[in-house]
């Protein structure tokens, strides 16, 4: 593979900050965020006696594991000029297509949750459900894609400005959490790609 390939899948929970094996939020911030979610928990007279904080923001960070590539798919499964460029038919019977695509933001609103089971003295385990809004914003600038046999199956060029704002009962847990991946090396995308 060509030095100037990533093929590790960019993730909403990467664009968020989250997780800590990408860059994203400092350690003191990780601390803070984890206060925040066990203040939120503690809501729920069951949890107030634990510090769930830091599971609360592990969860997250898995449940926002959502490859970028999904959420970009939703969106452009809609374009027109894509779904012509997937259907056009190259000799051999291959579809192959390299799509410069204009400047734009698309916006998206995820919705994880968290179960937590609490088992209080003899009473039955009591599941307690905590649901997460977390909207994204991708502005994507200068990007060209290839689409092959009606697929984006990489990116390249260009940039993605994320913006990502993390809500509990319409609060905003947290500032909204702002990155830019330039895309100076092309990104393989996985499991054969974004279907259109």
Do not use: C
Request: hydrophobic residues 40%; without cysteine; charged residues 25%.
């Amino acid at each position: 593979m060509p030095a100037n390939t990533l093929t590790a899948p960019i993730t909403i929970s990467t664009l968020a900050g989250l997780d800590a094996s990408q860059s994203g939020f400092t350690a003191e911030d990780r601390k803070k965020l984890e206060a925040t979610l066990r203040d939120a928990a503690h809501t729920f007279a069951a949890l107030k006696p634990y510090d769930v904080g830091p599971t609360l923001l592990s969860s997250l960070t898995n449940a926002l594991k959502q490859p970028l590539a999904d959420v970009l798919g939703e969106v452009w499964k809609q374009r027109k000029e894509l779904r012509v460029a997937a259907q056009a038919k190259a000799p051999a019977s291959v579809s192959k297509a390299d799509v410069a695509l204009i400047d734009h933001t698309l916006t998206s609103t995820l919705k994880p949750s968290v179960t937590i089971t609490v088992k209080v003295g003899g009473l039955p385990p009591a599941p307690i459900k905590m649901e997460f809004d977390v909207d994204v914003s991708l502005t994507l600038k200068g990007l060209e894609i290839t689409i092959e046999n009606a697929k984006v199956t990489k990116l390249r060029a260009g940039e993605i400005k994320s913006s990502v704002r993390i809500k509990w009962e319409n609060q905003e847990l947290w500032k909204p959490f702002e990155k830019t991946i330039d895309l100076k090396k092309e990104v393989i995308l996985k499991d054969g790609g974004i279907a259109l």
